[in-house]
């Protein structure tokens, strides 16, 4: 990837709230031996760079959706957490929603049934209201 690409893919990770790296393989083969990700390992080959973030979704999604317009950038697999996955894993990652989407969604689920309550009780005050403002419009006439 030239300079220009891979700073507009930085750029658009620190948007997502995750970061985009290129390493040498020797220096990260040793930030990741002896840890959950040491299972990644035999995918340095070559030119590396690494994707992280907090919300397992983010750097995943960030970089397929690049790699959909840049044919310099080849997804060869990650890990989330112990779990190794290949290009197709982290394809299928991408595919599901960020971490504030779900919660969003949760929060959606858990108010629907309170605002629903709401209404149902104060549907029959309102109707009752509208009875009488019926009848003193009647009597008014």
């Known amino acids: 990837m030239t300079v220009a690409q891979s700073t507009a893919l930085r750029v658009k990770m620190r948007d997502g709230v995750a970061s985009f790296k290129v390493s040498k393989n020797s220096l990260a083969k040793l930030a990741i031996a002896n ?3 040491a299972g990644i390992g035999d995918m340095f080959t070559g030119p590396v760079a690494l994707a992280t973030s907090v919300d397992p979704v983010a750097a ?5 959706e690049f790699a959909k317009t840049n044919d310099k950038l080849e997804i060869v697999g990650g ?3 112990a779990l190794v996955l290949n290009a197709d894993g982290i ?3 991408a595919s599901m929603p960020s971490l504030d989407q779900l919660r969003g969604t ?3 689920i858990i108010q629907a049934p ?8 104060t549907a029959p005050a ?3 209201a509208r009875v009488f403002g019926a ?3 009647k009597e008014a006439a």
């Open 35 to 37: 840890t959950d990700y």
């Open 60 to 64: 995943a999604k960030i970089a397929v």
């Open 79 to 81: 890990a989330m957490g």
């Open 91 to 93: 394809k299928a990652l």
């Open 106 to 108: 949760l929060i959606g």
């Open 114 to 121: 309170a605002t629903k309550l709401a209404q149902l009780t």
């Open 126 to 128: 309102a109707k009752l």
């Open 135 to 137: 009848y003193a419009a």
